[in-house]
């Protein structure tokens, strides 16, 4: 067993200490706006919020994320609406087949937490999420929209 806070929520779950985060949020609390893509931290699909900062959640374990505050990408708009980053991209356009979109969203909201004015070699370096759709100068566009807004 462990107890998980996600999206605010204190949940118990029925998962091994070492179960990667990815399967916990998935299987067993049932959010599977967090998408698997290759399961060895590499594309981004998998990407939420520890504590505030963007992890790919198919390389954390259960175990690490414990006594952490867990955001996905159902917690990410809040009350008052939706996040400035989900509002940019609905207004550039940006989604093709959505399949990375979320993780590629949740790894931009941290971005700007930190640097809310990035520049195009900030977010080179910051946004290494696959796209296999190509969107990645939609992207870099509603980051700045975001960033502007
Ligand atoms: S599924 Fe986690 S980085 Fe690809
Ligand atoms: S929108 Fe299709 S993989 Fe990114």
Same mark, same amino acid.
């Given at each position: 067993?462990?107890?998980?806070?996600?999206?605010?929520?204190?949940?118990?779950?029925?998962?091994?200490?070492? +179960?990667?985060?990815? *399967?916990?949020?998935?299987?067993?609390?049932?959010? =599977?706006? =967090?998408?698997?893509?290759?399961?060895?931290?590499?594309?981004? /699909?998998?990407?939420?919020?520890?504590?505030?900062?963007?992890?790919? $959640?198919?390389?954390?374990?259960? $175990?690490?994320?414990?006594?952490?505050?867990? =955001? +996905?990408?159902?917690?990410?708009? $809040?009350?008052?609406?939706?996040?400035?980053?989900?509002?940019? *991209?609905?207004?550039?356009?940006?989604?093709?087949?959505?399949?990375?979109?979320?993780?590629?969203?949740?790894?931009?909201?941290?971005?700007?937490?930190?640097?809310?004015?990035? $520049?195009?070699?900030?977010?080179?370096?910051?946004?290494?999420?696959?796209?296999?759709?190509?969107?990645? /100068?939609?992207?870099?566009?509603?980051?700045?929209? /975001?960033?502007?807004?």
């Amino acid at each position: 067993m462990a107890n998980l806070t996600i999206n605010g929520k204190v949940i118990d779950l029925d998962v091994e200490p070492d +179960t990667p985060l990815l *399967w916990a949020i998935r299987e067993n609390a049932g959010l =599977t706006g =967090t998408k698997y893509g290759c399961g060895i931290a590499q594309c981004g /699909a998998c990407t939420v919020h520890l504590d505030g900062a963007a992890v790919r $959640s198919c390389g954390v374990t259960v $175990s690490e994320a414990v006594g952490k505050q867990i =955001t +996905t990408i159902e917690g990410l708009a $809040s009350d008052g609406g939706l996040h400035k980053v989900q509002q940019a *991209w609905l207004e550039n356009d940006v989604p093709q087949c959505g399949y990375c979109q979320s993780g590629m969203i949740m790894a931009v909201a941290a971005l700007l937490k930190d640097n809310p004015k990035p $520049s195009d070699q900030d977010i080179n370096d910051a946004i290494t999420n696959i796209c296999r759709c190509g969107t990645f /100068a939609q992207v870099r566009e509603a980051i700045h929209a /975001a960033a502007n807004a």
